[in-house]
């Protein structure tokens, strides 16, 4: 096989903070935190609605995948088809790859080398291919390759073939390692597509989704998204509703905006249209194939839509802010096509020219008008031991609020990279919800250029899950914001919780993703008990998770493992803190 595969001879067993075992693999080594994971007897009957029980059964959600995890296979002839099946659903729940452990070594599949489908294919085949056959004896009607193949003609019917039956070879790792390498080859820029686990005896095939096909691995990974996707609903749907707020002047003029028909800003951005009717990708380059550029499609709710990259379908500012690296107010003046002051309060670009005490020196480019700004330091207090204070180069392209303007015939402006209403104003630009006022957000939490935490809540009763309007159809409003929000380095993350009143609820949304096992409050300080596995992720770097969790809520978090007296921890908490000190 041409894919690479990496046994960690170096990091055995104990380097996992968990382990996930199928029936009849072996045991985990002491001090690693083990999760039984079984189909039970008959699933071959059921083998999708088996997958979500067992997942149920076993307690596992998404944020035990924030640790380390591997999961431990039977070796045993046989064990392979139900070790696939449980692998598909892991994959499912946790969105990646895991680490297998089978022959005696571990298959580092989380790892972003572990394999690639880059093998040249012979192109596209002449013909529309419904079904294929990797591995097992050559059927009866249906195109047939050997698992290992890798001859240009091969690959082409395992990437282009529409539906693909795989019979796994005898024995765990061979089965997985040929498994994952289909997976790659067939990859697409949306994700993997899975192949049906086939015996090599079923019928010819008599239509793409004949169900006598054997087992739909991909159906298991969709089954276990949605039951992943369940779970957070509830969640959702438990969140509290707030009275609605007025609507601030600037996100109303977002929404104006976004009135204006995307295809004259199309024009004005100066994309052309394509004989098919369709627009220019303006990021061609996301593309895996360049001949696929003319992919845009413009929207009955006028959005520019383009499903083969990261950025799928936006509003007209979205667009502009994407295309330019605008601020949010500098999108919205574009789209508007009006000559809005840089004043108080608006968003600006700026580019760091260099560094003074107070600060960086910048400019900001208004419409060939350059001011000179000055960009305090962001102030966070004591942060954490690990944690570096955001440092901006010459050159840097920081999003910023104008906080004030100089006395002075040039105007100095001042601007603030830490200003709550910034992250308010850069979600606006992506969340329609939060320019209509049917979602708020209630606190921010930010150390930039690292982490930033937003609460949000929505006012309305009935209508959008308000986390999963922020966050948007695969993740893609909460990327563009994260883009934005950090466009020096690219490294900041941005995390969507739901605002709770109550106080004990409202924590334990703010430490997601780290899944809180029991916590206890008291007079503005809180004690919050995480399982040891995930102990290093849920303190978060040098504490930061549990500094930002404390600023939403306003609580003084402290992080303790499992198994710690929680009462004699907040004791101890409030008796290091003084009366007086501040929280």
């Known amino acids: 096989m041409s894919m690479a595969f990496i046994g960690s001879a170096s990091r055995g067993l104990s380097g996992y903070d968990l382990a996930i075992r199928c029936p009849g693999a072996p045991a985990a080594p002491n001090g690693v935190k083990t999760v039984d994971l079984r189909l039970g007897d008959g699933w071959d009957d059921d083998p999708v609605g088996r997958a979500v029980e067992a997942l149920e059964r076993s307690g596992l959600g998404r944020a035990d995948f924030k640790s380390r995890v591997v999961l431990l296979a039977n070796d045993d002839t046989g064990g392979e088809r139900e070790t696939l099946v449980l692998y598909a659903a892991l994959y499912g729940l946790a969105g990646r790859h895991v680490d297998v452990y089978a022959g005696g070594t571990v298959l580092e599949l ?38 290992e193949g890798n001859d240009p003609d091969q690959v082409t019917v395992i990437r282009h073939a529409n539906r693909l039956r795989f019979v796994a070879p005898a024995g765990t790792r061979p089965a997985v390692e040929a498994f994952v390498r289909l997976a790659a080859i067939r990859r697409r820029p949306k994700g993997e597509r899975f192949p049906h686990l086939s015996t090599g005896h079923e019928p010819v095939p008599t239509r793409k989704d004949d169900p006598l096909q054997g087992i739909d691995l991909y159906a298991v990974v969709e089954a276990a998204r949605r039951y992943q996707e369940e779970q957070r609903r509830s969640a959702a749907d438990a969140a509290t509703v707030v009275a609605p707020r007025e609507v601030s002047p600037r996100l109303r003029r977002i929404a104006e905006a976004n009135r204006v028909d995307v295809v004259s800003v199309l024009q004005r951005l100066g994309f052309s249209q394509g004989e098919s009717g369709k627009w220019r990708c303006p990021w061609s380059g996301a593309h895996p194939d360049s001949t696929l550029a003319d992919t845009v499609q413009v929207t009955d709710d006028n959005r520019a839509r383009c499903k083969s990259c990261p950025q799928w379908e936006l509003a007209p500012v979205a667009l502009v802010a994407e295309t330019r690296e605008s601020a949010p107010d500098e999108a919205v003046s574009f789209v508007l096509d009006d000559d809005a002051a840089v004043e108080v309060g608006a968003t600006v670009t700026a580019r760091v020219t260099g560094v003074e005490t107070a600060g960086y020196t910048c400019t900001v480019d208004d419409g060939g008008r350059n001011h000179a700004a000055l960009l305090f330091r962001p102030r966070h207090g004591d942060l954490p031991e690990g944690v570096q204070p955001v440092e901006w180069s010459a050159g840097d392209r920081v999003t910023a609020m104008v906080t004030d303007v100089r006395p002075g015939p040039d105007g100095r402006l001042v601007l603030s990279a830490t200003a709550p209403e910034l992250v308010t104003r850069i979600l606006g630009v992506f969340v329609d919800e939060l320019c209509s006022g049917r979602v708020v957000i209630m606190k921010v939490a930010r150390v930039v250029g690292t982490r930033t935490k937003v609460a949000i809540a929505r006012t309305t009763e009935s209508g959008s899950d308000a986390r999963g309007a922020v966050i948007g159809h695969g993740a893609a409003r909460l990327r563009g914001a994260q883009r934005m929000l950090d466009r020096a380095f690219g490294r900041e993350r941005l995390e969507i919780i739901d605002y709770a009143r109550d106080p004990r609820t409202y924590l334990v949304n703010a430490m997601k993703p780290t899944r809180v096992e029991d916590l206890l409050i008291r007079d503005g300080h809180a004690v919050v008990a995480v399982e040891r596995h995930l102990y290093r992720g849920g303190i978060g770097q040098g504490g930061l998770n549990a500094q930002l969790a404390g600023a939403l809520t306003g609580l003084y978090v402290r992080i303790v493992p499992t198994g710690t007296d929680l009462t004699a921890a907040l004791d101890e908490l409030i008796a290091e803190r003084s009366p007086g000190q501040a929280k």
Do not use: F, M, Y
Not at 113 to 142: F, H, S, V, Y
């Open 110 to 147: 989380s790892r972003p080398d572990w394999a690639t489908g880059d093998l040249p294919d012979a192109g596209r085949p002449p013909k529309w291919l419904p079904w294929a056959q990797a591995g097992g004896p050559p059927p009866e009607g249906i195109p047939w390759v050997p698992l």
